[in-house]
């Protein structure tokens, strides 16, 4: 029989193991409760912000085919969604519209009787508490499909800058006059920021603030947004306007116009292929910073988990915190309520 010597405290104390290691970062990751403490990046509900289509009481309620899960809602179950967002902790929500009609200018978008208009105000009575912001643009409303007016220059048609400002600033001011607390300009015309602050101003409207889509990228995410907005332009695409995939100092030098016309909140959009332009964008302003999680980032998701090929809600939990911990502040994500529901 060998009888076991029992260390004494100075042989503890100077033992490092086999591989005579002092620094050992698993100490942090032994359990779930060690791993929380010193979490460094944690996605709240307060982070979260969630998108809604909304369309004319005259359609059924569909579910986007591309979107599981994400439909176009009726302003009652536009308001159904707000309540059991807001029962999941969701404290924003942002508006998109399709309208009754569509023509040249997007006249349907200031519609006072409007879907977006009217969801506005339905859920302002039915959720006081919750934040609602109205996304500004024409292209689901012009029956060409593009963000503004289109002129014909020497046979190629493009979307004519100055004269949309006029037509943002009416959209805008119509979400305003609905109750909108925030209007969130997506169309990327330069000096819309400016137009539209200074029509709410006139207007004594100088509480409503503008969340800008400053930095949004010409990108193929937005595809089942498309579907879901029916707002795919019908000729060429939206490359003169939205920005180059290629570009990060571009995407400051848009952020710093639409500061200095007044935006209150920034926007990268879409978020997952330009995390390294929400870093910069945290890096160089000081303003609340807002990612677009886009539809085409929210359907690969869903498609994949469908089969059977990633974790849903793991994966969509991993790509959030990427979002937080690039530098985003805010995160428009049609992942909002399913995320916040499922912790
Ligand atoms: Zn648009």
């Not at 004494?8 to 060690?34: K, M, N, Q, V």
């Not at 599981?68 to 179950?77: C, H, K, L, S, W």
């Not at 289109?150 to 190629?156: E, Q, R, T």
């Not at 949004?216 to 939206?238: H, I, L, M, N, Q």
Request: glycine share 8%.
């Amino acid at each position: 029989m060998t009888t076991k010597t029992m260390p004494t405290p100075t042989d503890l104390l100077t033992s490092r193991g086999d591989a005579g290691l002092t620094r050992r970062p698993r100490r942090l990751r032994r359990s779930e409760s060690i791993r929380s403490l010193v979490r460094e990046t944690v996605v709240t509900a307060e982070d979260l912000i969630y998108p809604l289509f909304v369309v004319p009481n005259s359609r059924p309620r569909v579910e986007i085919k591309s979107m599981p899960g994400v439909y176009q809602n009726r302003v009652a179950e536009a308001v159904e969604e707000c309540k059991r967002a807001a029962d999941a902790g969701v404290r924003a929500v942002l508006l998109f519209g399709l309208p009754e009609y569509k023509d040249a200018i997007g006249s349907s978008s200031w519609d006072p009787t409007g879907p977006v208009q009217s969801a506005i105000e339905a859920i302002k009575r039915a959720v006081p508490e919750m934040t609602v912001m109205a996304d500004v643009c024409l292209c689901e409303y012009t029956d060409h499909g593009h963000c503004g007016v289109i002129v014909d220059h020497g046979g190629i048609k493009d979307v004519d800058n100055d004269q949309t400002l006029a037509l943002l600033a009416k959209q805008a001011l119509s979400f305003a006059a609905a109750g909108a607390d925030f209007v969130a300009p997506s169309d990327m015309m330069d000096g819309r920021i400016g137009a539209i602050r200074r029509a709410l101003d006139e207007r004594s409207l100088t509480d409503v603030g503008i969340m800008a889509y400053s930095a949004k990228y010409a990108s193929g995410f937005y595809g089942p947004f498309r579907e879901a907005a029916e707002s795919a332009p019908r000729f060429g695409d939206r490359r003169t306007y939205q920005m180059d995939p290629g570009n990060v100092r571009e995407a400051l030098r848009e952020i710093e116009l639409d500061v200095d016309e007044g935006a209150d909140m920034i926007m990268v959009k879409p978020a997952l292929s330009y995390l390294d332009v929400i870093r910069a964008a945290r890096e160089a302003f000081e303003l609340p910073v807002a990612a677009y999680n886009v539809s085409g980032e929210y359907a690969m998701v869903k498609a994949a988990a469908e089969r059977g090929w990633i974790d849903g809600p793991r994966v969509t939990a991993e790509i959030l915190t990427s979002i937080k911990r690039a530098g985003a502040d805010l995160i428009i994500t049609y992942h909002a309520v399913e995320f916040l529901s499922g912790r």
